[in-house]
């Protein structure tokens, strides 16, 4: 992604990335920004900001007007007040006309976790909003065509502010349904999540045996974040040096019998469980059950929607519940 983002967004196209709550979208975005950092890049955090367009369009302004100053080394010329948006947009135009002069790459807006912009359309209290956002992104994508001076990337949970069109009856339709190229962050594979540890332990000169590297695989199922919470107890936060496969199982085995008290309980409950949709909550008892084949026609969506987010993944046998702690606190809210 680090490698096709860049190209994607220099080319006046747009582009999201989708994925569960802390699996790194947010780091992606920030490794995205030092590559583009010859560009002039709006960055703002969606939970950071009430849903007002003039003030989000003001906010834009101000910082693409800083990276002007900043790619330029020196100050651009004032302009008067804006309070209307049309007078935002006059000025954002005003300014690309002004780095034109030095360059001809677009701008670029990132806002990291969209969703706090685009809530659910179901409810009637996201319509304020949802009226906000359509009147913000109207204008920017009117930016982006009119003028090919802007492009817009963005994070989020779940594709819906690229699939939803209709929002409400009153509020009308996204204007950016179908714009952004989707990206999905799953979960690592074997290898790196093997590389990711044995390079934060080398910080601390920790070693890990390779059966315990695989231990920690098998129980995250390459779930970043987890996999750096068992490790970091395994090695009591860096006081052992040499980890082994059963330091790894010891802490592995305290987690499965103690979720409801354990930080990696807690994300499962509040952070994935608490999120997914209800098709997609009966998916996942259904592959825990271990019951064998696939859910029914109906639940095809979900299945695809689990796979994106690297909650289950297809083997030779079947499906399977990515990670044997997260099947384990499926199987056990099962029987509670």
Not at 79 to 99: C, D, F, I, K, V
Not at 253 to 276: C, D, M, P, Q
């Amino acid at each position: 992604m680090l490698d096709q983002l860049p190209a994607i967004l220099r080319q006046g196209q747009h582009a999201a990335v989708f994925g569960l709550r802390k699996v790194g979208k947010s780091s992606l975005l920030s490794q995205l920004r030092l590559r583009m950092i010859d560009v002039p890049v709006a960055f703002l955090d969606g939970e950071g900001y009430q849903m007002v367009h003039t003030d989000l369009l003001r906010e834009i302004l101000v910082r693409l007007r800083a990276e002007v100053e900043r790619l330029q080394g020196s100050r651009v010329p004032a302009a008067p007040p804006a309070e209307s948006a049309n007078e935002l947009r006059t000025q954002l135009a005003g300014l690309h006309e002004h780095w034109k002069r030095k360059s001809n790459e677009r701008f670029v807006l990132m806002v990291d976790e969209v969703e706090c912009w685009f809530p659910d359309r179901r409810d009637s209290a996201s319509e304020p909003a949802l009226r906000e956002f359509v009147a913000l992104f109207r204008i920017l994508r009117a930016l982006a065509q009119e003028r090919g001076m802007l492009s817009v990337f963005v994070t989020g949970y779940r594709p819906n502010v690229n699939r939803h069109n209709r929002l409400t009856s009153t509020v009308g339709e996204n204007p950016m349904h179908l714009s952004f190229q989707e990206n999905f962050l799953g979960f690592l594979d074997q290898s790196d999540t093997r590389q990711m540890i044995r390079d934060i332990g080398g910080w601390k000169e920790i070693t890990w045996a390779e059966d315990a590297l695989g231990e920690i695989y098998r129980a995250c199922g390459g779930h970043p974040m987890l996999a750096r919470f068992i490790a970091s107890e395994a090695c009591g936060q860096g006081s052992r040096k040499e980890v082994t496969v059963q330091d790894v199982t010891a802490v592995i085995e305290g987690i499965r019998g103690n979720f409801r008290k354990h930080r990696i309980g807690a994300y499962y409950e509040e952070s994935v469980w608490a999120t997914l949709l209800e098709d997609e909550r009966e998916v996942l008892q259904w592959v825990a059950s271990e019951t064998g084949g696939e859910p029914g026609k109906a639940l095809e969506d979900a299945l695809v929607n689990l796979e994106h987010f690297g909650l289950i993944r297809r083997e030779s046998s079947g499906l399977a519940v990515n990670g044997q702690l997260f099947l384990a606190w499926l199987q056990g809210r099962g029987k509670a």
